[in-house]
C-alpha cells in the first residue's frame, strides 16, 4: 500500500532563517505531487506540482520554490523566512488518477 | 478562477443526527472531492465524484455537474465525525484542485 511521509511534524523559524520541507512517497511509481498551504481556520491553497522528476510548477508567486530530485521525493524550500510563511504544510500525490492522498503536515511557526 | 462556496460554514449536531454539506461552484469542473479534516490535522479523502453520486458507510455524496454543486451527507453522526470538511474542484484538464473554506462540523456525544 501506499505511505506518505512529512518531516518535521512541527518547526519554529526566526524571521530571514532558510527552510527545507521534506515530502516522501512509497509504494508507488511516477506520482503527481503537490504542495499545500493552510492559514489558520482557512481552506487549503495550492502552492506547487510536480508531474514528474525536475518539472516543477508554480501556482502563487512567493518566497518559497520546490525542487523533485527523485520520483518520489518533493522538497518545500525558503532562502529566508518571512513572518507570513507561517502556516500548515500539506503534501499530497495522486497516482495514476485525480484522487489526491494527503500527508500528515508540517506546522511552520517563524517568529 | 473558479470560486468554491461552502455551507454552511459551522454546524453543530447531536450524536445520531443527520446532515447535509453543500458545496457550490463558480465554472465547470470534471474533478472534485470531498476531504475530511480531523482535529489534529490530517485530511482524509472521501469522495472523488466528478458526477453522479457514491456511498460509502455512513456517508454519501452527489454531485450534479451541469447545475454546479455537490452535497455530501452524513447519517447517523458520530463525535468522530467531527472536524472540517472539504470540497476540492479541479479545472477540466487539470489536477490543479481549488479548495472550499470548508464546514467545520462538531458532533456532540
Known amino acids: 500500500s501506499q505511505t506518505i511521509h512529512q518531516w518535521p511534524a512541527t518547526l519554529v523559524q526566526p524571521v530571514g532563517s532558510p527552510l527545507s520541507l521534506e515530502c516522501t512517497v512509497e509504494g508507488t511509481s511516477n506520482p503527481n505531487l503537490y504542495w499545500y498551504r493552510q492559514a489558520a481556520g482557512r481552506g487549503l491553497q495550492l502552492l506547487f506540482y510536480?508531474?514528474?522528476?525536475?518539472?516543477i510548477s508554480s501556482e502563487v508567486p512567493q518566497n518559497l520554490s520546490a525542487s523533485r530530485p527523485q520520483d518520489r521525493q518533493f522538497i518545500l524550500s525558503s532562502k529566508k523566512l518571512l513572518l507570513s510563511d507561517s502556516g500548515f504544510y500539506l503534501c499530497?500525490?495522486?497516482?495514476?488518477?485525480?484522487?489526491?492522498?494527503f500527508g500528515p503536515g508540517t506546522r511552520l511557526t517563524v517568529t | 478562477g473558479i470560486q468554491v462556496e461552502q455551507s454552511p460554514p459551522d454546524l453543530i449536531l447531536q450524536e445520531g443526527a443527520n446532515s447535509t454539506l453543500r458545496c457550490n461552484f463558480s465554472d465547470s469542473v470534471n474533478n472534485l472531492q470531498w476531504f475530511h479534516q480531523n482535529p489534529w490535522g490530517q485530511l482524509i479523502n472521501l469522495f472523488y465524484i466528478p458526477s453522479g453520486t457514491k456511498q460509502n458507510g455512513r456517508l454519501s455524496a452527489t454531485t450534479v455537474a451541469t447545475e454546479r454543486y455537490s452535497l455530501l451527507y452524513i447519517s447517523s453522526s458520530q463525535t468522530t465525525d467531527s472536524g472540517v470538511y472539504f470540497c476540492?474542484?479541479?479545472?477540466?484538464?487539470?489536477?490543479?484542485?481549488?479548495f472550499g473554506t470548508g464546514t467545520r462540523l462538531k458532533v456532540l456525544a
Open positions: 510536480s508531474v514528474g522528476i525536475g518539472q
Open positions: 476540492a474542484v479541479a479545472i477540466s484538464g487539470t489536477y490543479k484542485y481549488i
Open positions: 499530497a500525490w495522486s497516482s495514476p488518477g485525480p484522487r489526491q492522498y
